[in-house]
């Protein structure tokens, strides 16, 4: 059984950056497809990044561009998401989630693995 670990997240100022790291267990899985997740208490877990091993596909939610950068390192089967310009409104518990088949994106349904989640909190 693969296992995302995920690392980064704390508490950070407005304006200011955080960088979250998740790493399969497994360097030998096929994944094809990783991705970054958010959910604030009381609402929906939201799509906020994802991209393909391949590097040659890279999505964003309208509310991560310009602001996240997603990168990805297919040797070593992990996926970064550097946050800069935090607002309050990033803060939530975040998720990295991978798969192994060439799905759509940004659903939550189409990951078959997730990390264990990492809470971010945006506050002065």
């Known amino acids: 059984q693969v296992q995302l670990i995920q690392s980064g997240g704390g508490l950070v100022q407005p304006g200011g950056s955080l960088r979250l790291a998740c790493v399969a267990s497994?360097?030998?899985?096929?994944?094809?497809?990783m991705a970054w997740f958010r959910q604030a208490p009381g609402k929906e877990r939201e799509f906020v990044s994802a991209?393909?091993?391949?590097?040659?596909?890279?999505y964003y939610a309208d509310s991560a561009k310009g602001r996240f950068t997603i990168t990805g390192d297919n040797a070593n089967k992990a996926v970064y998401l550097q946050m800069n310009s935090l607002k309050p409104e990033d803060t939530a518990v975040y998720f990295c989630?991978?798969?192994?088949?060439?799905?759509?994106?940004?659903?939550?349904?189409?990951?078959?693995?997730w990390g264990q989640g990492t809470q971010v909190t945006v506050s002065s």
């Open positions: 497994d360097r030998t899985w096929p994944i094809n497809l």
């Open positions: 991209i393909r091993v391949s590097g040659t596909q890279i």
């Open positions: 989630a991978a798969d192994a088949l060439d799905l759509e994106a940004e659903m939550p349904s189409n990951y078959d693995y």
